[in-house]
């Protein structure tokens, strides 16, 4: 159901999008950048693309669980269980989120969408694909009560779709209801790696949850927020973000003597590390006012970026709705051909050398795969009109490709942490 009211969505998202773009430039305060919202909304898509996957964690125990050790059966018809339910749904999610922040193992998941360096729109949708192996766990109690799986569902999307609106800057503060709820000002401290505002303003709707337990700071004029991570991404690659933490924290468990060490790795808070490793291996400091990630683009490297990028994100929309239907090898293998193509253009807006070469073969496989087969995935049975379409959009982009980016095939490309 999620990836469905999403898709609807996401139209909405857009429009949203483009008005906070030309707000923020009439008002002389642009708050996008397109590498960076490109990147922001490719860790959105991915998200949705491994949520196909892994629906049995996030809606198949909680369903079991329900079945199994629900303690009262509640109605799915009355409103007393629906307001009750969001109120308990928001909670859970409040020490879901504060657990993200203090604990390593769940801090490597809900990384991603701290590691923009921008905050606008298109930060919200900077999702994680690995939050819903251990996300789960947080919502066993609403199991246990009995609140049936379809209300669950409904108000997870609602919780998550509230918490669009609070991502940008071009909204105030806004008197009581700062007070009362998850606004822009509350949120964007939320986002800081100001001292100040470091793990702070969890909720996901309600604020109330942050000053009830001691975890809620007010927006300060005199302390604007730097947004982002103490150990920033540097990268466009959606695969390397999902990965980045994860991978730290494996080789700090590895190269850690004491065993003790080594499972407490996991479990710390963000930042601990054992001390032989931490003075074999050293982290760089922490810097607030280090220059912001930005490999420069031509203008014409940009459009070529931003046209694969949107043509990805409509293919999308159909792998969502039609991987219902699909079997499930071919299912992968299409949600294979999303992330590849995501992560190409990740690359290529790092400007690095080589992701040329793979965007051509990107493309030529595509083709081939259309005249070979005459169908898309799914069994999409392709007209000789649409053939030549996708055959003829290959060949322009191929095209494209070698006219802007050549240039970069005698260069060393630009270096990231990856």
């Known amino acids: 159901m999620q990836e469905k009211v999403i898709t609807l969505a996401t139209p909405v998202f857009f429009l949203l999008i483009f008005i906070e773009l030309i707000v923020g430039l009439l008002r002389r305060r642009n708050t996008y950048r397109l590498n960076d919202a490109i990147n922001s909304i490719s860790l959105g898509v991915l998200s949705q693309v491994s949520g196909v996957f892994l629906q049995v964690l996030r809606i198949g125990i909680y369903a079991w669980l329900v079945n199994h050790i629900g303690l009262y059966k509640l109605a799915a018809d009355s ?3 629906w307001l009750s339910g969001l109120l308990l749904y928001d909670f859970c999610y409040y020490w879901l989120h504060r657990c993200g922040h203090e604990v390593n193992i769940l801090w490597a998941a809900h990384v991603v969408h701290h590691q923009s360096e921008d905050y606008n729109l298109s930060t919200a949708l ?3 694909s690995s939050g819903p192996i251990l996300g789960w766990i947080f919502y066993v109690p609403m199991a246990v009560l009995g609140y049936p799986v379809e209300v669950f569902a409904a108000l997870a999307l609602i919780d998550l779709l509230y918490q669009f609106w609070v991502h940008t800057q071009q909204i105030g503060k806004l008197g009581w209801l700062d007070r009362v709820f998850v606004t822009p000002s509350n949120h964007r401290v939320h986002h800081g790696v100001n001292d100040i505002y470091l793990d702070k303003n969890y909720g996901g709707i309600l604020i109330l949850w942050d000053r ?7 927006e300060r004029d005199q302390d604007p927020v730097v947004y982002g991570t103490r150990s920033p991404l540097r990268s466009w690659n959606p695969i390397w973000a999902n990965f980045e933490v994860y991978k730290v924290l494996w080789l700090d468990a590895w190269h850690a003597r004491r065993f003790g060490d ?12 054992p001390a032989d490793v931490a003075a074999k291996w050293p982290s760089a400091p922490f810097d ?3 220059p912001l990630y930005h490999p420069q683009l031509s203008r014409a490297a940009q459009v070529y970026c931003l046209l694969q990028f949107a043509i990805v994100l409509l293919i999308t929309t159909h792998f969502l709705a039609a991987q219902v239907s699909m079997p499930w090898l071919e299912g992968l293998a299409y ?4 992330v590849a193509a995501l992560w190409i253009i990740g690359g290529l807006m790092e400007m690095r050398p080589h992701y040329i070469a793979l965007e051509a073969l990107r493309l030529a496989a595509t083709s081939a795969g259309v005249v070979i087969g005459k169908i898309w995935f799914g069994a999409v049975f392709l007209s000789p009109l649409m053939q030549g379409a996708v055959i003829i959009v290959s060949l322009v982009s191929m095209i494209g490709l070698w006219f802007i980016f050549k240039r970069l095939s005698t260069m060393h490309g630009h270096l990231s942490h990856q």
């Open 212 to 218: 009830l337990f001691g975890s809620f700071i007010e």
């Open 126 to 128: 900077r999702q994680t």
């Open 79 to 81: 409103i007393w269980v």
């Open 288 to 290: 607030i006012a280090r």
């Open 262 to 273: 080594k499972l407490r790795v996991w479990l710390a808070a963000p930042g601990w590390r």
């Open 335 to 338: 949600a294979g051909w999303l």
